[in-house]
């Protein structure tokens, strides 16, 4: 019945869902074209993708606040030229959460780039070869080839993806904070109000059993994926 716990949980299964569904379709998309095409500064490019990775979570967040000022923005005022009216994004209801979610792919997609990358290029060229020579398309290719054969590395980086969505802690903290925060509860997560409960109000019991019902939640949704990647083998 506590509606702060409620709303961060459904931030939360909201925050995990997007960044996982977004995070690997991209990282996933960019890791085939730069494994089956031939691009100049290949491993260049590579490492500008990755470099968000590398950098602190603090400083990347501060910046990405800077983009979304209603003032100073940098995204309001490319906006601006298409006529539309400023927006503060970390501090409007409607888009605060989605802000920060944008932030978080953009972080990750170079993670999840290297680990679907390794793993295309580990497939034996002569698989896609011998497709090829029977007239597959390169969607047939990827469709009954390389994701089949990807299905571990793709429950890696989905588990991985699943526990870093729910466990968020410093991108919210850090944009949320200050005249930037936004208003009420709009942008908790468990582990954020898990942080407010025992270490700001000292309320260690309520924030212990935030934490078990998290910690089940994690079990449970990687225990799901393991079974669902069980069975789609035994249908093969």
Do not use: H
Not at 39 to 45: D, S, T, V
């Amino acid at each position: 019945s506590d509606q702060t716990f409620l709303t961060a949980l459904r931030n939360s299964l909201l925050f995990a869902a997007l960044t996982l569904v977004f995070t690997l379709a991209i990282a996933l998309i960019v890791a085939l074209v730069m494994s089956r095409m031939t691009i100049a500064g290949i491993g260049f490019l590579q490492t500008l993708i990755f470099m968000p990775v590398v950098v602190s979570v603090v400083p990347s967040a501060i910046i990405w606040g800077w983009i979304y000022d209603s003032q100073y923005g940098i995204l309001n005022y490319v906006l601006s030229f298409f006529g539309v009216s400023p927006v503060n994004w970390l501090y409007n209801q409607g888009t605060s959460l989605y802000a920060v979610i944008v932030f978080v792919v953009w972080r990750w997609i170079g993670y999840y780039m290297i680990i679907f990358w390794v793993g295309v290029r580990a497939i034996p060229e002569t698989f896609v070869e011998a497709a090829r020579i029977d007239g597959a398309s390169s969607w047939r290719i990827v469709r009954s080839i390389i994701l089949p054969l990807l299905r571990p590395i793709v429950l890696l980086a989905t588990v991985l993806a699943t526990v870093n969505g729910f466990t968020i802690f410093s991108e919210v903290y850090v944009m949320t904070t200050g005249t930037q925060a936004a208003p009420g509860n709009t942008l908790v997560v468990l582990t954020y109000d898990i942080y407010q409960r025992g270490l700001v109000y000292y309320r260690v019991g309520e924030a212990n059993a935030e934490a078990i019902y998290l910690f089940l939640i994690l079990i449970g949704f990687t225990l799901a994926q393991f079974a669902m990647n069980r069975r789609k083998k035994d249908l093969y």
